[in-house]
């Protein structure tokens, strides 16, 4: 299984970016598949996931603002970010769960600033 972020960049405070995460190998529409992030000096934490391929969950930091989906044909998750903050900026980890075992992708840098 392997993973490929896309869409991370530089956006001034309440804008909006899209992060794009294609998976290839064995993938169903059921595995977990969504995103975590790491800011400078802190651990990484859950900002969504998609449970069994449509259950929505998100980190309290950013319920209302961001929004997850997976286009199964394309075994590709999106994380749409609305309203951003300076404290989101991060590095963005895509994540999917085969098999118990959780696989990364190498991450994109979304930084939010005027």
């Known amino acids: 299984v392997q993973l490929q972020a896309s869409g991370g960049g530089l956006v001034q405070p309440g804008g909006s970016l899209r992060l794009s995460c294609a998976a290839s190998?064995?993938?169903?529409?059921?595995?977990?598949m969504g995103w975590h992030r790491q800011a400078p000096g802190h651990q990484r934490e859950l900002v969504a996931v998609?449970?069994?391929?449509?259950?929505?969950v998100y980190g309290n930091s950013v319920k209302g603002r961001f929004t997850i989906s997976r286009d199964n044909g394309k075994n590709t998750v999106y994380l749409q970010m609305d309203s951003l903050k300076a404290a989101d900026t991060a590095v963005y980890y895509c994540?999917?769960?085969?098999?118990?075992?959780?696989?990364w992708g190498k991450g994109t840098l979304v930084t939010v600033s005027s």
């Open positions: 190998g064995s993938i169903f529409s059921t595995h977990n």
């Open positions: 998609l449970i069994s391929g449509d259950r929505a």
């Open positions: 994540l999917i769960t085969v098999g118990g075992m959780n696989y």
